[in-house]
């Protein structure tokens, strides 16, 4: 089992900034990527911006420049700072893993993923 912890969603004004974490923990041996994903109402779920172990980012076009994220030196924490938000950024925000286990799976050794629960983020006026 993993465990995800979310935190850090709310509501704020169009302009405004949040900042995202991500807790990683339980049966991990190492983690590769680490992100977002956000699915807002009606629409498919989608990535948001991930980095991996080697601190190589990917991000979405539209939050290029607003977006950042970072990762702490155990690289079991992730954070997404959002700045200059918009009202399209309003979605359930998923915090995202992709790791090795430590214990193996009945059905073999493989990279697995897993996801947070969600934190929602709402940008209005």
């Known amino acids: 089992q993993v465990q995800l912890v979310e935190s850090g969603g709310g509501s704020v004004q169009p302009g405004g900034s949040l900042r995202l974490s991500c807790s990683v923990s339980g049966n991990i041996y190492t983690i590769d990527n680490m992100g977002w994903f956000r699915q807002a109402p009606g629409k498919q779920r989608e990535l948001v911006a991930t980095m991996s172990r080697s601190s190589r980012t990917n991000y979405t076009d539209s939050v290029k420049g607003r977006f950042t994220i970072s990762r702490e030196i155990d690289k079991s924490t992730a954070f997404l700072q959002m700045n200059s938000l918009k009202p399209e950024d309003t979605a359930v925000y998923y915090c995202?893993?992709?790791?090795?286990?430590?214990?193996?799976?009945?059905?073999?050794?493989?990279?697995?993923?897993?996801w947070g629960q969600g934190t929602l983020v709402t940008v209005s006026s």
């Open positions: 995202y893993v992709y790791y090795w286990p430590l214990a193996v799976p009945d059905d073999g050794a493989r990279w697995l993923e897993d």
